[in-house]
């Protein structure tokens, strides 16, 4: 696949998913809201964003920031989560625009899909299956893998450099889908071509920097396509 701006011809693609296919990330905004005021924690609505594609360590400094012990913190996340799955079950996880239809493009391509998530296995099945695109990946990388591989989460290489070892493709015929500064490092780091979807937070200037572009969305990107083959 020829996509004008890269000059390396796709025969790969690697997405994250939270964010990035699904509206998940707006989920947990909401999630930790409605968590934060059964809790009376007081703490401002636009501070969960700082959760949107934090490493390990600034999640760790948040609930530090917010949480007098360990057991509030836990019982704050176990809610946020539970939310956020029941609100999956109830049909409130919805695919991004333009997602399905960039699925069945790259599909009809002959595209190598595969998803690399920093999420949990079960939170990954149940994405998949809830959103009905589970068939249109190869396989997945989820947090398991980082558990069970010892491998380091993004922004480290090491996800993506596990997906493209289990692709059996060189490098540069790979594509990445990012939404986050995180997982756009991460990619980067990798080596790895990234094309930067943004979610809820916008790009900075290390983004402009680190991806090889930027898209509203993907229909943004199914235009580069077509116009490279028009």
């Not at 493709?169 to 756009?184: A, M, Q, R, W, Y």
């Not at 943004?198 to 993907?218: G, S, V, W, Y």
Request: aromatic content about 10%.
């Amino acid at each position: 696949m020829h996509v004008k701006g890269i000059n390396d011809d796709i025969q790969g693609i690697v997405f994250d998913m939270d964010g990035l296919l699904v509206n998940s990330e707006k989920l947990y905004w909401d999630a930790n809201i409605q968590a934060a005021e059964e809790e009376d924690l007081g703490t401002p609505r636009d501070a969960y964003l700082k959760l949107t594609g934090a490493t390990v360590k600034e999640m760790q400094d948040f609930y530090h920031k917010y949480f007098k012990t360990d057991a509030d913190r836990d019982r704050f996340i176990k809610r946020t989560d539970d939310l956020v799955w029941q609100w999956t079950d109830e049909g409130k996880l919805k695919l991004q625009p333009g997602v399905q239809e960039a699925l069945d493009e790259f599909q009809k391509r002959g595209m190598h899909m595969a998803i690399a998530s920093s999420n949990y296995e079960d939170v990954v099945q149940h994405v998949l299956w809830a959103t009905g695109i589970r068939n249109y990946f190869d396989f997945h990388i989820s947090y398991l893998d980082v558990q069970k591989g010892h491998i380091e989460p993004k922004p480290a290489p090491d996800i993506y450099l596990t997906a493209a070892k289990k692709m059996h493709l060189p490098k540069e015929n790979i594509l990445v889908f990012e939404d986050s500064s995180t997982g756009v490092q991460s990619a980067a780091s990798a080596g790895l071509k990234c094309v930067m979807v943004p979610d809820l937070i916008p790009p900075t200037e290390k983004d402009r920097t680190n991806a090889a572009m930027i898209c509203q969305n993907f229909f943004e990107f199914l235009k580069r396509i077509q116009r490279f083959l028009a």
